[in-house]
């Protein structure tokens, strides 16, 4: 079992950055699939990237390919998620996740959730 905490939210403007980041409880964290996710005020919550154990392999939505890096350090037990040329529509509440072994990009197939940190992009 992980548990998950993510930080690193704020207010940015259009055209800016943030970087995300979640850190994991346990020794095991090297044996899980990353992934983070976001919801908009009312909408479903979405896929944004996802990343393998070893952080070899990685995998990004539409939307966000180009603009976000999804990275990880196992010996901190934390993944990150860069986010530069943030737009407006990029306000969401931001979740990571877990699952074992390998990545995915549906939420159905993750097994641990964080709390959340909100990114807020406007002028």
């Known amino acids: 079992q992980v548990q998950l905490v993510e930080s690193g939210g704020g207010l940015v403007q259009p055209g800016g950055s943030l970087r995300l980041s979640c850190v994991g409880s346990?020794?095991?964290?090297?044996?899980?699939?990353m992934g983070w996710f976001r919801q908009a005020p009312g909408k479903e919550r979405e896929f944004v990237a996802t990343?393998?154990?070893?952080?070899?392999?990685?995998n990004y939505a539409v939307s966000v390919k180009g603009r976000f890096t999804i990275s990880r350090d196992n010996a901190k037990n934390t993944v990150y998620l860069q986010m530069n040329s943030l737009k407006p529509e990029d306000t969401a509440l931001y979740y990571c996740?877990?699952?074992?072994?390998?990545?995915?990009?549906?939420?159905?197939?993750?097994?641990?959730w964080g709390q959340g940190t909100q990114v807020t992009v406007s002028s």
């Open positions: 996740a877990a699952r074992t072994y390998y990545i995915a990009d549906a939420e159905t197939k993750y097994d641990y």
């Open positions: 346990g020794r095991t964290f090297s044996s899980y699939a």
């Open positions: 990343i393998s154990t070893s952080g070899r392999s990685t």
